[in-house]
């Protein structure tokens, strides 16, 4: 069981937004801001999409974004393509011995 | 560019030891915090340590804690993993992570921010028997 909680699979079609969840505690992204978002296709290595809960780094493209609400934090996707099919994985410092957890996964599926 | 290779996996006994290495090029090694992240075979991501870009900290998931114990040689632009007793449960691709951000130290302890902005290919250790 992942400390943070994820929804298994959301879906889209080609042009729609879709947002993905991640729940975690006050000891986690409840109350810090270092949240992050990464994007695994099969076979590859991950790749940082968003961190520090909002920011996107160099060359990620506008259509991915980064929120956060209390316990959870949200990664929304808009304009969906082909190519953002992938699993996505949250993650955030917590203030528990093991200092960094990530959440389940998410596989997102393009219609 | 920035390029991470990792090397070193491989099958091995349950108990027994084995150690990873990350080559590290296209950027300035020693100004970095580096990470080891694992995944195993159709699971998701688990953090398994980090090291200040000097060595001089050094922070471990609770999972393996005591067995697994993170390095680096700055002067060969290179990371490592020493793993052992392992088990069963240690079977993964075990990727290592560049952060551009550094290891926090506060009154409270460590915050270490979830930033890897460069993976390596990864390598895959099998522990069995």
């Known amino acids: ?111 | 560019q920035v390029q991470l290779v990792e090397s070193g996996g491989g099958v091995v006994q349950p108990g027994r030891s084995l150690r990873l290495s990350c080559a590290a090029s296209g950027f300035t090694f020693s100004s970095y915090a580096m990470h080891w992240v694992r995944q195993a075979p159709g699971k998701g991501l688990e953090w398994v340590a980090v090291i200040s870009y000097d060595g001089s900290d050094r922070y471990y998931a609770d999972s393996v804690k005591g067995r697994f114990t993170i390095s680096r040689d700055n002067s060969k632009n290179t990371l490592y993993l020493q793993m052992h007793s392992l088990r069963a449960e240690d079977t993964a691709v075990y990727y290592c992570a560049r952060s551009p951000r550094h290891i926090i130290i506060t009154l409270g302890g460590a915050i270490v921010p979830p930033n890897f902005d460069y993976w390596g290919l990864g390598t895959l250790v099998t522990v069995s028997s």
């Open chain 1, 1 to 111: 069981q992942s400390a943070l909680t994820q929804p298994a699979s959301v879906s889209g079609s080609p042009g729609q937004s879709i947002t993905i969840s991640c729940t975690g505690t006050s000891s986690d992204l409840g109350t810090y801001n270092y949240v992050s978002w990464y994007q695994q296709h099969p076979g590859k290595a991950p790749k940082l999409m968003i961190y520090d809960v909002s920011n996107r780094p160099s060359g990620v493209s506008n259509r991915f974004s980064g929120s956060k609400s209390g316990n959870t934090a949200s990664l929304t996707i808009s304009g969906l393509q082909a190519e953002d099919e992938a699993d996505y994985y949250c993650t955030s410092y917590t203030s528990i011995s093991t200092l960094v957890v990530f959440g389940g996964g998410t596989k997102l599926t393009v219609l």
